[in-house]
């Protein structure tokens, strides 16, 4: 898993397939890092995903539980037009914000 904390803001860069084995390394690094540097804000960068499954979509969701649990947000950002079907269709642009520009 790639990604960047910045302040009290993690930045996830994910794969270009994020499934079921993905998806859960995901979650484990995310939450050690989420406890570790006090994060409050989660931006998934979509820029390389071309796919994604079930499994992305609850990896997601539970990293939206756990920080707004904490008073913080998720967004995602460079979603291509596939994901952000995806995401639309699953219901996760109700609770995240989809960032257009860098």
Known sequence: MKYQVQENCLT??????LDHHNAEEIRRES???IIRNHIRYIIFDFAETDFMDSSGIGMIM????????L????CAAHANERV???LTMSGVTKIMEIIEED
């Not at 996830?12 to 397939?17: G, T, V």
């Not at 539970?62 to 649990?69: A, K, L, N, S, V």
């Open 12 to 17: 996830i860069f994910l794969p270009h397939e």
């Open 84 to 86: 952000k079907k995806i």
């Open 71 to 74: 008073g913080g947000e998720i």
């Open 62 to 69: 539970g990293r939206y539980r756990q920080i707004y649990m």
């Open 31 to 33: 939450d050690h890092l």
